[in-house]
């Protein structure tokens, strides 16, 4: 019989970007049930992650103790610990024990080597005011810009093409606005599998007459609905893109007025597509050149049209141009400013935006305000109330460089601690092992988070946090909307709350801080963040949602930007012309074939929640590699098997699945599954621009057995 809660709390789905809206149904300190509730982004729609992916909460593998790691176990790069027998490698200690140990040897290592031989990794599965306090800590208390979070490793590269062209970092139009967009183009993404509400809405708008137009070098679900598929060869987005806007321009259907009044550079894009015809790029794209002419009419020709894209396009050594290309299509058009139009990368995490937006990033303050920029330091020290000078002014080092400057040689700029809230790169990271041969080698690591994750394995000190239905928060989806996640249940045992941590360890490294309530620490941020500053904690408690920029009290916040002028000096878009860039590794003789990693739909990243959520990891318990049946034919291979995959770097085992979505010599696989870490294989080549590396591509061998 159906259980009845003795309580229902409101708060968000603590996974995607598209932020759904929920309610906890809780009973004996449990929860029980979770129901959709009728937010912005999902009018009471959940997905399968949503509804069934709350119990890693009462896991029994959630660390409920400090701990402290034994004295005699020394930390070994190929460590994988069994959650069984922690004891035989850390001790449990009081907190009062374990903060000491850890605020203290952050304290000794700075003073013995520098303010930049500390370094932080916050987290997007964290609130904004957590990942507000946790770069506060590490600009004021450890002394450096050295603080990233896995923003690095999805849509940096976005960023850092969107701050550059238009000037501001986030999507134009929120998902809601397919419904009025003639044309739809998806590109690089899946979000029928990792942002499955949001498919919903595409779907929906599909069937209500929108023409959907499907980029992928794998074939996605969406790839079914849609009015044309273009199934590029993998690694040649700006082949496709260049292509497309070399048609637009050559049939004269740009849009005039818009170049004139709202953009620059325009002349020497023009220029510089000229060598891009579509029967040029056709051959290495892989798309035929009547096929790109007609989807360039289709979109140009719109009255409105949207790209949605994901880290299919971002996560290249050339995403940044990937994603200039994007921009460009956009503005030569016309398309964007206007609802129905605009350009919307996709989020992953539930707040990777607003981890970002609170300066959970190496370069930049909350808000996106430069770190290199005197008038931002001289705010930022006013506002924390520090002595001039106190700040550092370059940008720090960004996650793999974080990881690299470990094990560097020079004394100069390595880094010897660490402190880890929420993050995993011992999963994450690209190139995993030498992740972890960094982690290992560190002198001191401090690891917040709630079960022993591959990267806790490594740690010095484990500080017991909470989980997301056990802390009250704001947090921003994909759509910039900020909304309030409630707190459902008590921490176990004696873990705390990561708000409560995060501010013992700065008391003990000397600052005196003390947040009453998480809405203190929401009320500083709104006095240095100009786009959220008409949304006070009290509206966030009464409308549960707000999307900013929303400048004053009255504001209604908007959800449709660059309406009338662009975020940039000269309130101008500017064009940014991108060439073609091969991949940092191609396939050869030894190893022939090409890695994709992703996600799939009932896993979340490096699988540490949804991995101990009963339902979803009995509907995919095992790892598996995605693989074209005529390529298991060829290596005489079944479905089901166990294979090998390599790459110069590592190798895995795990089980072949028969996929034909992927394109032959393309092998597609999570990355959320430890016992076949997949990113041992990847290649930590870094695109130049964001920092980002090459997820999407390098290359491996498949062999039986
Ligand atoms: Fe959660 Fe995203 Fe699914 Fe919504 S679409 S329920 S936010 S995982």
Redesign the pocket.
Known sequence: AQQLPDQKVDS?????????Q?TYHVKDKQIIAVE?RDGP??HA???????Y?FDYAHHPQRLTVPLIRRSDVPKSADLEMDPENILDVFREASWDEALSFAAGKLVTLRDQHGKKSLAGFGSAKGSNEEAYLFQKLVRIGFGSNNVDHCTRLCHASSVAALLEGVGSGSVSNPIMDVALAEVVIVIGANPSVN????ASWIKNAVKQGSKLIVCDPRRSDMARLAHEFLQFNPDTDVALLNAMMHVIIQEDLIDHTFIAKRTSGFEAIKQHLLDYPPELMAAICGVPADTIREVARLYASAKTAMIFWGMGVSQHIHGTDNVRCLIALALMTGQIGRPGTGLHPLRGQ?NVQGASDAGLIPMMFPDYQRVSEPANIIKFEELWQLTPGSLDTQPGLTVVEIMHAIVQKEAQGKIHGMYIMGENPAMSDPDVNQARVSLAALEHLVVQDIFLTETACFADVILPASAFPEKTGSFT?TDRTVQLGRQALAPPGDARQDLWIIQQIAQRMGLSWNYPHVSAVFEEMRLCMPSIAGISWQRLERDGAVTYPCLHEDDVGEAVVFTQRFPTKDGLAKFVAAGLISADEQPDADYPMVLITGRQLEH?HTGSMTRRASVLDALEPDPVALIHSDDLLALQISAGDIVTLSSRRGTVSLYARADNSSPRGAVFVPFCYYEAAINKLTNSALDPFGKIPEFKYCAVKLTAG
């Open positions: 968000l789905c603590p996974y995607c970007g598209v932020g759904c929920l959709g982004a999902n729609r959940l997905c399968v992650k949503g509804r992916g942002h499955p509400v949001g539930n989806n979340w």
